[in-house]
């Protein structure tokens, strides 16, 4: 479990095929201060395992489906990544609760520096739509940050000068792909929702449910 708290930009050091499965080196030295062989450690909000500890990073074992339902499979050597170690029990909450897990990649489309901060926009798979809402939570890349805007099938963040600096969102470019993942309690939320509209209306499990803004409206959900 993490909290979208970026605590360090480390980099892609080697990616090399390992059996069925591929293992990156990366560099580090922050995150590296209290984990060990076996811990959790999240690379562009991607949970991997280090599988091995070094003075100067870890390396750390990735299936080819991860590399290529997240971004990690288009990192070259050098290339920066956002990194944070698994929260402990007695850590701060800073962010929101994130598992780690990539719903889907978006595509940065715009950056705009507007008073002090970046609004930044991405676009996503339309089937995530149903779990953003303004002013709701996100993870891009690792980072816990706070919805915006929502626009069609984009949604706009903004980035104060702290976070800016300390991720690596100051280095991508426009077309550049971006890890999501929603946020936890909003799954549930709408999986919850879909049950009982599912009920209501006997639609049989496996189909579509039909889930609306007016549909929840209707049933006093919003």
Same mark, same amino acid.
């Given at each position: 479990m993490f909290t979208g708290i970026v605590r360090e930009i480390g980099s892609l050091k080697t990616r090399r &095929? !390992?059996?069925d499965s591929y293992q990156l080196e990366i560099r580090a030295e922050k995150v590296l201060g209290n984990s060990g062989r076996g811990d959790s450690i999240a690379v562009n909000g991607v949970c991997l395992t280090a599988v091995d500890i070094t003075r100067e990073g870890f390396a750390a074992d990735v299936m080819p489906e991860t590399l290529k339902k997240s971004n990690l499979g288009e990192l070259k050597p050098g290339d920066p990544v956002n990194l944070e170690p698994a929260l402990g029990v007695n850590d701060l909450l800073d962010g929101h609760l994130v598992s780690g897990h990539i719903d889907a990649t978006g595509t940065l489309q715009e950056?705009?520096?507007?008073? &002090? !901060?970046w609004l930044v926009e991405v676009s996503?798979?339309?089937?995530?739509?149903?779990y953003f809402i303004s002013k709701g939570s996100v993870a891009l890349n690792g980072i816990s940050l706070t919805i915006v805007e929502l626009s069609g099938n984009s949604l706009e963040v903004s980035l104060i000068p702290e976070t800016?600096?300390?991720?690596t969102f100051s280095d991508l470019k426009i077309g550049a792909?971006?890890?999501i993942e929603v946020d936890m309690l909003g799954k549930y939320v709408v999986k919850t929702t879909e049950n009982y509209l599912q009920g209501e209306t006997g639609t049989p499990g496996g189909q579509s449910s039909g889930l609306t803004r007016e549909a929840l409206q209707d049933k006093g959900f919003i």
């Open positions: &095929r !390992s059996g950056v705009t520096l507007k008073s &002090r !901060s996503y798979p339309p089937e995530l739509d149903k800016w600096s300390a991720t792909k971006i890890n």
